[in-house]
């Protein structure tokens, strides 16, 4: 996993996609996959998390990370991914907002956090 | 001492459950989700209270398909096939643990798999093969007349664990779009509609009773 592309300005971006386009702004509840148990654990309702695209060659994962940039989980079981990779690499950013977790399980809120 | 191989997707989380095994075996053989499968099992495990243990065997070059990241054979039946791949476990899994008191390797075909490894035919002749051997060790596959689904409802498997469990093809992190995601999303969306299905029957059972 090569990790993020933090870079906005890289050939991934769009750039007739405008960052404050409608479409963009996606607000979903969900249950994280993947999860990380001792992260999910450390984890209270209303910590803020950051939904982060990882890529690993022409592969890419939205996970979901602490602010100490540890990976709790990954946003996959729902039916908006391919559109929410598109604006991720169009300079939309997102939050998640923390409703439950535990070590087995995390359940988020997700929310656009630019324009 | 009876042993599965874990790779710690729902199936093989499943089949733990349900089955118990003295060890969960997870096969680090060079696959690109390698890492993920690993994090899963070790949690899953953890939660089960069952022994868990990694080998890592690197044959990476030896992959094709989508979970070796190179391109798919015209002989595969679907996009992550890598060769012998069920038949490279067994035999891993029977080096390591034979001398050990090796009995039984559990494997976590299901009815709905589509590749030959998979299949009776493969189950009942590796079963063969084993216990024609030193050891005389059992191959069986607990699951392979059941759908995932079918799966999920026998072994009672706890749906609280099920973000736990990891079934992607090619990264760490699910992608959300790989066949192994694809299968994992559809079981998922499953048993979340039987979850909602039962809580919706319970209150009228509630009302019948009073």
Known sequence: MSGPKPDKNSP??????????????????????????????????GDLLQVVLLY???????????????????????????????????????????????????????????? | ?????????????????????????TVDYGQRPARGEIAAAQAICAELDLRQETLAVDLKALGSGTMSGKPTSRLAKAEEWWPYRNQMLVTLAGMR????????????????DVHADGKYPFLRTIDRLMTLQEGRVNVTAPARKLS????????????????????????????????????????????????RNSDEREPRDERTKT
């Open chain 2, 148 to 195: 995932p689904e079918k799966l999920l409802d026998v072994s009672g498997f706890p749906l609280s664990a099920i973000g736990l469990t990891f079934s992607c093809h090619v990264m760490e992190y699910p992608c959300g779009r790989c066949r192994g995601c694809e299968k994992h999303l559809a079981t998922l969306a499953w048993a979340k509609r039987r979850s």
């Open chain 2, 1 to 25: 001492m009876r042993v599965l191989l874990f790779s710690g997707g729902l199936d093989s989380s499943a089949i733990a459950y349900w089955k118990r095994p003295d060890i969960c075996l």
């Open chain 2, 97 to 112: 643990f034979v001398a050990d008191g090796l009995t039984e390797i559990m494997i976590g075909a299901v009815k709905t």
């Open chain 1, 12 to 45: 991934a971006r769009d750039p007739r996609r405008p960052v404050g386009g409608g479409d963009c702004d996606q607000r979903f509840r969900i249950d994280l996959m993947g999860v990380r148990s001792a992260q999910a654990a450390r984890l209270r309702p």
């Open chain 1, 56 to 115: 690993d060659g022409d592969l890419r994962a939205v996970v979901c990370q602490t602010d100490r940039a540890e990976t709790v989980g990954a946003l996959s079981a729902f039916p908006g991914l391919s559109q929410l990779i598109e604006c991720m690499e169009g300079g939309a950013t997102y939050s998640a907002i923390v409703e439950r977790s535990s070590p087995q399980a995390c359940g988020v809120f997700v929310s656009r956090s630019n324009g």
